[in-house]
Structure formats: structure tokens, C-alpha cells
């Protein structure tokens, strides 16, 4: 379908596109002024997905609608806005053209905020068999091989595929591996054994494995050492100083310990998600580098903002942190940057407003550094939910995701557990 | 995986191994009592799936965890019941054996509750174009096809061609096609205009094709001419005394009119799901013939209860109809029936207590036969939506459900219009 154009409006104000509809390109679509721009908004998906939550899809606790919002239900009163399911084949950065599967689109204004995807680091062998949980449809497939697993576990006869089939083994010791490996112990001790009476669910292991000496490592000493302590309490092997060296679908190589698992999950890197036809010299770091405003070094209408953009400031040299409040403030920032230019106005560097970090690792155990502040235990676990209720896109996911909390808490248990769609290895 | 045997616990009291966990197989699995026999129930799923509400998940005002309940926590209480995720592959009634593609099951009472599934009369083309709705994720298919030719139609160019996208023609006038034609039609008037102001939604047609003189023809005269009168209010094209005749994914050829639609939904007929390995005696119509108790021809340990099982009754010459109310029914008769033959006490043949049919249009409107009552309009939608909920298999699906509807309901809205999996033909 190429030397075609998409199908759109023709108007004589400046064309915004953005590319991905996550926390950075969708805040920024919200906040453009449509009187003057138009804004056309280029997703994979038809919805925007909430990616703090995505491991409690994984592990059956919340269902894809309660975590996933339709893009055009988001936006439908945004007038000048037009929304296309569109995988990006190429940016044409000199033609001011982005190619994509359903035909061109020329912007005035590109920005890219396609996010991050799963890094492996190079290694082939864990890329093939382990399991990323970065989008919606690979934490459903997680949830379907976990409880496929246990039901294949039911008929097998050998002892130690059983045990295999039973063990899991999480990579990467930062926030998504922690809440994962939590959740995971909470199935293990109240749903799994209700579900399958005739496995001794004791025998299930969760290992966490992190390169670095500790658990949490962009939190403060006291977080990660409460996380810590909250794994351990929980029955999680914490392997730290301890990097994967190799998996054959079976056994898990480390520096240390060969540990025997059928579900390698991998939690311990991402990368920006670069598209096509990015000039060499922009890329640092497997991200694209912008300067304090946001822009590609040379093309002063070529902007990345979210997880993919490498911005550096002085406080964070080394650029600033891949976190949905970093993707999010630098979408409001360069919607307002784009008003003013437009209008003529003068435009400020942008400034990263340190709103604190935070994970969950169970039931009332929860870990916060804000500011100055560093805590865990209830009151900790209290602020993770009421953070992330609040985060939610909209009224009606916050209704359904807290009913779900409340009926897991109180029931001990979790809402749904179907394999919906069975899980085939490719 | 043959020769192997499926890993269940040795006990010395009779096993009844039940194939499918629908409304009959499932009802039978909870009623039986476990200190008389020991229960397997095989099911190709881990869920059981609520299908009258199928077509609310295809037209995306529900998601799949409010109609489906994973077995396992159904029965969790249930003694000596195991519940296996099986493929069957032959039933071997001389031998008294159950082949799966997980290992052999032997049993000393087989239930076949296996269903129905579509019928497309040996039509071929229609087959292979045409979408089914009959499991879950045919339904996530087809709301993943609406919801994409929509994304598709946007970039069309060719007036014929969008027309076509946006064109939907459903096969089968009974309650299925009439309420999947309803949900259709609310789409069409409250949701899709304001998720796609880039198209003339105005221009989309419904069509409901019956080969029969009436749509509903299963119900009494009144509710016949209510429904169809429903549906012409809704601007939903009814062609009754129709019959498709062929279908290449683009012209769906019928004795009359031809019509241009790239989305045909085929609820026109169901027969069976008969295993592999049933005499040929016992088949009729395409069901199994069962006596007055259940049982096949010359076999006293051989039931067929539900959709896929022909029992004729005096009210019901040509055999009872194919409903979840008397498949629910015969699955209660027939674990009473099993319990008294294993305690040496008569039993007596099955008899059918109709409580009636109905079906629903849209908002505010439904027809309902109940013995001698027929009504419509509103009173008649609050007792489907009543009688609907009821019959959720738990408290917590009723509450997710009635929370969707009166959402929906209020704000004029459906709950969400995810595409989480895009839809690829075979």
C-alpha cells in the first residue's frame, strides 16, 4: 500500500503528527490547541495502554478494558484530531513525510513518542524463550502460559518437569519485576492451591534475579531494603548480584546457580522503540537524544518526548529517568511549547518536576521515595493505590479496577483467571 | 501423547467422566454427589462460557471475564471432581475409554455434554468468509472485525468499498441474530458516530436475513410481529423468506437482493458437536438419540445431555429444542438419576418444565413467551435483563455485568472498544 496518502482533512493550519499514543504522545494530543493545529495521532493500537499495570493483567487479577482505553473515546471531543491505526514503516525526516502501512502522512511538526520495548541485551536464546510483559496482548499471552502450565503440570508424571512447569523465574529487580514477583506469590499462596487441589502448590518457586547488588536500584537504601525484606517475607528467592547467562527453555544459566523453570519471565531491560530513518548521530544509548526542549539535534520541528527521547539535564546527566511522570510532563510541556511557537511566543527549556517513585510488592507492603520522604509498609501500599487509581485515564476504569482490589483483598482471590486465547510458542 | 493415561487418583467408587462444561455438563458436575462417585469433567477451555451473552461481548458492551467463570473455582468445593483441559479425540464405548489429546480416561459412566457448534449446511464459501459466534473468542474475533473495518473504512477512498466495510449482513432470524442485529444498530446510532466523525456513519447498513417467514420463529406470533416491528424501528433492513445462496467475502448472494458487505455473520443454524466414535444409529439430525433418561441406545452408561442430545418428548416430536434451559435441566436429572441407580433406588424418565423463551432488541425492548403471557416493550426487557442476570453463574459476574449495563444504559455508551487482538483470516 505504499505512494498513498493517508486519508485525512487538508486544513491551513500546521499538521501535528504523533507517533504513539502512550502517556507522552497522548497527554501532549489532549493538550494541543485545535484551533491551532491539526493533530493526527498514529498508534499500533486503537487504545492507550496503562503499562504500570500491565503485571496484574499478567496474573489474572485485572482484565485488559480495566488497564486499556479507546483512544478515539479519549479524544472525541477534541476537535482537528484525527486518530489512525497505523504501524510506522519509516520518518522521512528530509521529505517531512512518515511512512506507514496504510499509506504517507506530512507533517509540520513531527513528534515521536513511541516508547520503549523489551531489551534482551543481544542474547538470542533468551529472546526466543523467555517472556517479555511490555504490551497488552504479551501479558495476556503470560497469563495463558502460566495457567496453561498448570494444567499441564496436573498430568505429568515426572516429578521434576512438574516442579519445572511450576517454577518461575523473573528477571530484572526493578519495579516491574518486584510487583510481579509479588503477584505471583499471592496467587501462589491464596488462589493456586483453591484452583488445583491436586498439585501441592508448595512445591512452586518464584526466583527474582537482578544484576545489581540490590533490588529497586533507582530507589533509596531504605526502599530497596524494605523490598527486599517484603520478597523475602513473601517466599521470593532474591538472587542479586546475579545475571542470566543463558536459557535453553529449560534451565536457567547464571553466574550462579542453574535454576530448572519453564517460565523465564524478563523484566530487566528496556530500549527506546526507534523508528526507522532516525539519523545515526541522534541516537545515544539506544534512545533518540534531544536538546532541553525536546528536539532532535538539527530539525527544529522534529521532536521525541517519553521513554524513547534521551533528554539530559543537570541533575540527571545521564538523561532523565523512562517513567510515565517524565513522559507525561514532557507531553503537556510540548504541547504548550508548539501553542506558543505558533502564536510567536517565547519558549522556556523544559523542567522535570520529581514526582517520587514508587512500587508494590503485596498486600499492605509497598515501598515510596518522595522527596524527602521514604516509606513503606500500609501507608506506603494506601499511596501506591491511590497514585495509580488516580492515574487511570478515566472515571469509569477507576470504578472497575478498585472494585476489583477490593473484592481481591477482601476474598483473598482473584477476578478472572480464564485462558482466553491458549498461548503457541511462534 | 496416546497410550498414556490421564494422572487422576484411583478411588473404588464409580467414575463419571463428563465431556464439556456448558450448562449441562456443568449443572450435572455440581449436582452429582461426590461420596458416590468420583467426578472428571473434560473441556477444551478452563472456562465455562455464558452464551446468550456472546453477542454482547462481539459488540464490545461486555468484556469476556462477565460471561465466562473458570471452572475450577466453580467447583472448587467439590470433592473428588477433576477438572481436566482436553481435547477429546474418540469416545471407545465398547472399551469404555475416553481419548484425549492429554492421555486415555477410563470411565464407568461417560456424559456427553458436548454442544453445539455452527452449521453452515455444507456451504463451503460461506464457511470460509463468513464469521461464527458460537465460543468467546469467535466473538473477540468478530468484535475485533467490526471495530477494524471501521479503522480500515476511514482510509478508503472508494465510496463502493467503505460503503461495503461498514455494511453488516446477519444470517438467522432467531434470538441470536435478532440481538446481535439490536446491539448492531445501537452501535450504529449512539457510539460509532462519535468514534469516527471522520465518516457518515448514517450511511451504515444492518441487514437480518431469515430464511423463514418471520424473524424469532421459534416464539408465538406476537412476539414475532413485536420483534420485527422492534427492528424496523431501529432501521435494521429485515429480509424474511430470504435464504443466502453464496458469499466470496465481498456479494452475498440470496434468492432475492444481492448485498455488498465485507461483514457476514452467520447465525442461521447449529447442529451437534458429536465426538468422534458414536454409532451411526445413535445419530439423528445431526444429535445424538437419547431415551426418555438420557441414555443411548444400547448403552446403560452412555447419557447425551444438552444441545448435542435428541430427546423426543410427546410436546416435542421432533425432539426438545436446543436451549442452555433444558440442557441445565437434564444435567440436574441426571445426576439425581445416577446418584438413585448407584443407591439401587427406580428412577423415572426426564420431564421438561418449559419456563419459556425470550429475547432482546435493544434498549427498552424485548419479547418474551411465558406459558400463556406474551409480551414486549419494556416490561418485557427488564424481566430478559433480570432473567439474564440471574442465570450468571456467580455474584460477582452479576455485578460486573449490571454495573456495564446501567453504564451503558445511561451514559448511551458501551464499555470498551478495545482491539486486543487484531483479527487475521486463516
Not at 479507546?70 to 519509516?90: G, V
Not at 499471592?186 to 501441592?200: N, R
Amino acid at each position: 500500500m505504499p505512494d498513498k496518502e493517508i486519508r485525512l482533512p487538508q486544513l491551513q493550519i500546521p499538521r501535528v503528527v504523533i507517533l504513539g499514543g502512550g502517556f507522552a504522545g497522548l497527554k501532549l494530543a489532549r493538550k494541543l490547541r485545535s484551533k491551532l493545529v491539526q493533530t493526527v495521532l498514529l498508534d499500533e493500537n486503537n487504545f492507550h495502554t496503562f503499562q504500570p499495570l500491565l503485571y496484574q493483567v499478567a496474573t489474572a487479577g485485572l482484565e485488559p478494558d480495566s488497564i486499556a482505553y479507546p483512544l478515539r473515546k479519549i479524544l472525541k471531543n477534541k476537535k482537528r484530531t484525527h486518530i489512525r491505526m497505523a504501524k510506522i514503516l519509516e520518518v522521512k525526516l528530509d521529505e517531512k513525510v512518515v511512512s506507514t502501512n496504510i499509506g504517507d502522512v506530512r507533517y509540520d511538526y513531527l513528534v515521536i513518542a513511541t516508547g520503549a520495548c523489551t531489551n534482551y541485551f543481544g542474547n538470542k536464546n533468551v529472546e526466543k524463550h523467555a517472556l517479555p510483559m511490555k504490551t497488552l496482548t504479551e501479558s495476556l499471552d503470560l497469563r495463558s502460559l502460566i495457567l496453561q502450565n498448570f494444567e499441564v503440570a496436573l498430568n505429568e508424571n515426572n516429578l521434576e518437569e512438574r516442579d519445572s512447569l511450576m517454577n518461575f523465574v523473573i528477571v530484572g529487580g526493578g519495579p516491574t519485576g518486584v510487583e510481579l514477583a509479588g503477584a505471583l506469590a499471592e496467587l501462589k499462596k491464596h488462589v493456586l492451591p483453591k484452583d488445583f487441589p491436586d498439585l501441592d502448590i508448595r512445591r512452586m518457586e518464584i526466583h527474582l534475579v537482578e544484576a545489581g547488588s540490590q533490588v529497586l536500584p533507582a530507589m533509596s537504601e531504605k526502599s530497596s531494603a524494605n523490598a527486599h525484606k517484603y520478597l523475602k517475607s513473601m517466599d521470593i528467592n532474591v538472587w542479586t548480584d546475579t545475571f542470566v547467562k543463558d536459557y535453553d527453555g529449560e534451565t536457567v544459566k547464571t553466574n550462579r546457580e542453574a535454576l530448572k523453570s519453564k517460565n523465564l519471565i524478563w523484566a530487566a531491560g528496556v530500549k527506546g522503540n526507534i523508528p526507522n530513518g532516525i539519523p545515526e548521530d541522534a541516537l545515544e544509548s539506544g534512545r533518540i537524544r534531544v536538546d532541553a526542549y525536546g528536539f532532535l539535534p538539527g530539525y527544529d520541528n522534529v521532536a521525541a518526548i517519553g521513554d524513547v527521547a534521551l533528554m539530559k539535564t543537570e541533575a540527571f546527566p545521564i538523561g532523565l529517568p523512562m517513567l510515565g511522570s517524565v513522559a507525561q510532563q514532557q507531553g503537556s510541556y510540548l504541547a504548550e511549547a508548539i501553542n506558543s511557537r505558533i502564536k510567536g511566543k517565547p519558549v522556556a527549556p523544559f523542567v522535570y518536576n520529581d514526582q517520587g517513585t514508587m512500587a508494590t510488592v503485596g498486600r499492605n507492603k509497598a515501598v515510596v521515595d518522595l522527596g524527602r520522604f521514604r516509606f513503606g509498609g500500609l501507608f506506603a501500599w494506601l499511596t501506591w493505590l491511590f497514585v495509580h487509581l488516580m492515574l487511570l485515564v478515566d472515571f469509569r476504569n477507576r470504578i472497575i479496577v478498585l472494585s476489583n482490589w477490593i473484592w481481591s483483598y477482601v476474598n483473598f482471590d482473584r477476578g478472572t483467571r480464564l485462558i482466553v486465547r491458549k498461548y503457541k510458542r511462534e
